[in-house]
């Protein structure tokens, strides 16, 4: 049995068997795969903090049939602030469903690997923690090469904001992968332009700003008011929407922290 050692994150755990768990691991090196870790439910057994959802781990595997086996295990990074924090941690398994679905298996992507990285360590943190999630999805976007083009109009390719002031309405298209200029967006009328307030807009472009690959300075943005965050939300959810052709499961239990 060949036996390798990796740092992957526990994207998602599953019970199998009496005492057995399933893992679903995100590995630098290696991707997304999967792993049992034998006995890990047992009350004595070492495995299962290790193995908790969202831990980076250092994992001892050795290859199975069909599964790789856990057979050693070392925390790296438990993320403990998002332990104790319902709406924290509900965003931190957002992100590790976003990475779930929108990778292949055993496809090594070590930017991704690094982005969720830093997004669930800054989620520990940053205030209000919606906002790592909002530059997560810019971030996940770009680096599957669906970037929106948030700075010139999809239809006519006018600049915006450009001319248009603080009173207009914008709009993303996720079917044309980018912004919509005043003229052109239409969310009354249209399902696939979400509607976008000049503040949204913006909260979208700083976002995607390079300076931002980071994230290092988010603490510090200002934020558009509860309405412009919640279209900058809807805006990028129907963006990956429409790329992961998917609605994730997380989602619903973000919603239901969420104040009506
Ligand atoms: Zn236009």
Redesign the pocket.
């Known amino acids: 049995m060949p036996a390798y050692t990796t740092d992957a994150f526990v994207l998602r755990r599953l019970h199998y068997g009496e005492t057995d768990n399933i893992l679903t691991l995100y590995a630098r090196d290696r991707g997304r795969f999967s792993a049992i870790a034998k006995g890990a439910r047992k009350a004595i057994s070492r495995l299962s903090g290790a193995t908790e959802v969202l831990t980076l781990t250092r994992f001892g595997l050795a290859s199975g049939r069909s599964l790789e086996i856990v057979t050693q295990v070392e925390v790296q990074d438990s993320f403990p602030n998002l332990r104790h924090d319902l709406l924290r941690l509900a965003h931190g398994l957002y992100l590790a469903d976003l990475v779930d679905h929108s990778t292949e298996e055993h496809a090594p992507n070590p930017l991704l690997f690094d982005l969720l990285h830093a997004g669930l360590t800054l989620l520990q943190s940053v205030t209000p923690p919606e906002l790592v999630a909002r530059w997560f999805e810019v971030q996940l976007l770009r680096d599957l090469g669906y970037a929106p083009n948030l700075y010139e109009?999809?239809?006519?390719?006018?600049p915006?904001p450009g001319p248009f002031g603080p009173d207009e309405r914008f709009a993303l298209s996720a079917a044309l992968g980018g912004a919509?200029?005043?003229?052109?967006?239409r969310p009354a009328s249209h399902d696939d332009h979400s509607g976008l307030s000049y503040e949204a807009l913006a909260l979208l472009q700083t976002l995607d700003a390079p300076e931002q690959g980071t994230g290092e300075t988010l603490e510090h943005l200002a934020l558009p008011n509860a309405k412009g965050l919640g279209e900058a939300r809807l805006a990028l959810r129907r963006s990956l929407r429409f790329r992961l052709e998917r609605d994730l499961k997380s989602l619903e239990f973000l919603d239901s922290l969420r104040p009506v």
């Open positions: 109009c999809a239809v006519c390719h006018a915006v919509l200029c005043p003229r052109h967006a």
